[in-house]
């Protein structure tokens, strides 16, 4: 029994100091890099982290902290390159290959990602917790939702409080339209882990999903005060903008419609002017803003707003139709006749731009007549 309790005792001894440097000052080193990536001085961190693995090259926790150092500025060669040495002290070890993963999920390396994945499967039994979540990330961002969902679920039978894996499975749901039970896992993440970076961020995607940016937008406070550098974090910050700016400009819509339909066309200029200002890609605005300025008889104004409209949708006939309404207006009767082309082309079975392109040619027609008789 003494023997068992001095073997357990060497066990935890060896667990404890897995990783840490017989140099006392390399730990010192460490754990000084640990703080200065805490303030967010990266440089600092890197050139403490350097000096920590010029003395021992072998250590661990140094390998590791400077390739999350790396991933949070972006650098992705240089976090490479710490976790493949990583991988190389410590073959048998799942970590290096699944933090090899994660980079190349990070640069859209799929397949080398899942290679790394496979490899570190086969080294813990049952496999680390990190192959599961990983795996399903790297499924997912190749569309492969039922793939993902399979290997998350395989993933809860081993780890069911494991928060990365809950908020990855619930994602997953929600990408395969089942948001309530997704919403319930990301939840349940949230519940185990809530100072988790990549679970708070789980929680912006779902509001986001779900338009209610109001809650989006405090969780998303929530992760950038926790890790503003997170790649999960810059990602949701840029979606939440967009999404944002989208809202905006739709609201902007709606306004100008309204005034549209009163009849009230500088007003609702004003609006579609303001939306296409946020999203220069809005072509319904862009149209709008257009029909407006036919209204209220600006035809440069509308030709050029029905330009920007017809770059993004080539294929809007009644975009064709007002456009060569505005050509009219400058007196522009033959390229006006070449956008009604275009429109009835788009639209053949559309009698009435037949009408109005005979009304025009028409037109044009007698112009050339009178000037014809001018000359004479």
Partial sequence: MRKFIVCIFMVIILWSTQGMSADPQVDRLFQSARELNYQRKYAEAIDTLKKAYSIDSEHRH??????????????????RQAFEQLRAIDPHSPIGYIRLAEIHWHLENYMTAMEYLETAEKLSDPPHAGVFRWMGQVLR??????????????GLKYYPDNPEILANYGATL?????????????????????LSPFVINSKVSLFLLGGRLDSARHYLDLAVGLAPDNPFTRKNMLSFSVVESEASARQLLREGNQAFTKSLYRRAAEKFSQAV??????FE???????????????EKAAHAFEQGLMLKPDYAPGYIGWGDALIGMLEYEQALD?????????????????????????????????????E
């Fill in 141 to 154: 961002s190749q569309d492969k939702l039922h793939e993902s969902e399979e290997i998350l679920w395989e």
């Fill in 62 to 79: 140094t390998l590791l902290l400077l390739g999350e150092v790396y991933i949070k500025i972006g650098n992705f060669p240089g976090a």
């Fill in 277 to 282: 200002e946020i999203d220069s890609t809005f």
């Fill in 174 to 194: 929600l990408f395969l339209q089942d948001g309530a039970t997704g919403s319930e896992f990301i939840d349940s993440a949230y519940a185990v882990d809530s």
């Fill in 339 to 375: 956008k009604y082309k275009q429109a009835m082309k788009l639209d053949p079975n559309n009698k009435e731009y037949e009408i109005i392109y005979e009304e025009v040619h028409r037109l044009v027609e007698d112009q050339k007549k009178k000037d014809t008789s001018r000359g």
């Fill in 285 to 299: 605005a862009w149209f709008n803003l257009a029909f407006s300025y036919i209204h209220l008889g600006e035809a």
